[in-house]
């Protein structure tokens, strides 16, 4: 019976093979394909509402005609030129780009600020749209599914083999997501060099990711890592555009100036508009509120919520809008939307602002015909929510826990909501972003003394240093353009 079901099994994934494979269009290679185009574009679609949701849009005409100018150009003479390519930049301060399929690409306006010319930019721009044209998604499905199968055979005929299976499955996968990011680096030197830009350059930037990561505490072991390490990359890109350029002699541009002066004035870091935490206390100077962010806390903000945890894990808080245009509104779609069982639930004030208290756990998903599964307190989340009407809004305060160590942590999350208070310090209110400003250098000199010169403090070399590609001694030619922060 075991060996019928196991061939029938085999048989269907022959089938399914014969049916879906289809060539790639970069590597000219037949492979099994899960995901047709129109699912590509439809992905991109239905991700798209979510991740500017999440991350909100930077306007910036400029740099938003810059990016699509470029992009359009370099999709033109990608390997999928038929795909409705788009180009965001997205309002985060975090060093990223990222691709969805169907031809979405996104540049935050960290990596923007920290890019110092045009060649760095169109670099990374060919590596993202490589991911599309690759079809990095859908090669990436397919082996999650031959992988998950070769588990479950594994678990079959040796049972005690199924979570080694796993394991290896795992860190089989990192190493097929290495390979694309190789193989997304490879084309990022060919297309960007088939626009006209120093692929070098595109290696240069690894230089600047990996001080990034290392001064943030970041690295990891390579074997381990979704992504090469930046240290590796920037040696095989360097290779990577020192034989294309061989092959195709040409006059490369990097077009440094021109990129400085158009992300002069660019925002850097976070925005105090969208709320930011100074001495262990959230503020938001638009909507005019704060509340305090528990000593050792880690902490993310968003345009959609504000989430804070502990290190370990093992408790965490997030501020998000209620739906709802009353309490009693906002608390009956809460219960239904994320499935909660209720506990518990009261009206009370908080600093003059009405507000419902409400404690409940979530219900486990139940399959139709499956019977109700028993919650163990260990692995069931408790959530202690405070629905707070204040300015025209009704916040959502979850502070989250296992239900067994729920009641340890509840007067912690208590004190922090009932903390939910206005703010009206006007150095708060009035606080302003900082910003990238392009300067000449007055002077000769190290690169030290030229920021100092601009009037840099010294303990911010390091993050200037970052900023423009450079380190400390390194000499600067007096006119030189530069990258200083102020506001």
């Not at 992009?71 to 038929?82: F, L, N, Q, T, Y």
């Not at 490879?186 to 626009?195: A, C, F, M, R």
């Not at 935490?277 to 909507?287: Q, R």
Request: hydrophobic letters at 40%.
């Amino acid at each position: 019976m075991q060996k019928q079901v196991i061939r029938t099994l085999f048989l269907g994934i022959s089938i399914l093979v014969l049916q879906s494979c289809a060539r790639n269009p970069v590597t000219g290679k037949r492979e099994l394909n899960l995901m047709s185009t129109e699912q590509e574009i439809a992905m991109g679609q239905q991700s798209h509402p979510a991740i500017v949701a999440q991350m909100g849009l930077y306007e910036d005409q400029r740099l938003n005609s810059f990016i699509n100018e470029k992009g359009k150009a370099m999709a033109r003479i990608s390997h999928r030129p038929d795909l409705p390519y788009q180009f965001y930049i997205v309002d985060s301060p975090v060093v990223n780009a990222f691709a969805v399929p169907g031809g979405y690409v996104y540049f935050t306006r960290g990596i923007l600020a920290h890019f110092n010319n045009e060649a760095e930019f169109a670099g990374v721009l060919g590596h993202e749209i490589g991911h599309v044209t690759a079809k990095h998604a859908a090669r990436q499905q397919a082996s999650q599914l031959f992988g998950t199968l070769a588990a479950i055979g594994g678990a079959i005929f040796v049972p005690q083999l199924g979570e080694m299976a796993m394991q290896g499955l795992q860190l089989f996968l990192l190493r097929y997501s290495r390979e694309h990011e190789s193989e997304s680096d490879e084309l990022g030197v060919e297309y960007s060099s088939k626009i006209g830009y120093d692929a070098h350059q595109m290696a240069n930037f690894f230089a600047t990711i990996k001080r990034i990561q290392d001064n943030a505490g970041q690295a990891i072991p390579t074997f381990l890592s979704t992504h090469p390490d930046p240290g590796n990359r920037y040696s095989k890109v360097h290779q990577m555009a020192k034989e294309y350029q061989a092959k195709a002699p040409a006059n490369y541009q990097v077009n440094r100036e021109s990129y400085l002066r158009m992300i002069d004035g660019i925002i850097f870091g976070e925005d105090p508009k969208q709320g930011f935490v100074e001495n262990n206390m959230f503020y938001h100077p638009v909507l005019r509120f704060q509340f305090p962010v528990p000593r050792g806390w880690q902490h993310q903000n968003s345009p959609s919520q504000f989430q804070m945890g502990d290190k370990d894990g093992q408790k965490a808080m997030i501020l998000m809008l209620a739906k709802g245009s009353s309490l009693d509104e906002a608390a009956q779609t809460m219960v239904r939307e994320f499935n909660l069982r209720v506990l518990e639930n009261g009206r009370t004030t908080i600093n003059g602002n009405p507000a419902l208290v409400i404690i409940s756990q979530q219900q486990p998903q139940q399959q139709q015909g499956q019977p109700q599964q028993q919650q163990d307190p260990r692995n069931t989340v408790q959530i202690g929510s405070w629905l707070i009407q204040y300015g025209g809004n009704i916040y959502a305060l979850h502070g989250l826990s296992a239900a067994a160590t729920f009641n340890n942590n509840f007067s912690l999350f208590r004190s922090v909501a009932e903390d939910f208070r206005a703010v009206n310090d006007p150095n708060i209110l009035n606080r302003k972003p900082e910003r990238v400003r392009v300067q000449a250098a007055p002077r000769d000199g190290s690169f030290r003394e030229v920021m100092s010169a601009l009037g840099m403090p010294n303990n911010r070399i390091e993050e200037l240093g970052v900023l423009n590609s450079m380190k400390a001694d390194d000499r600067v030619a007096r006119g030189t353009l530069m990258k200083v922060i102020g506001q």
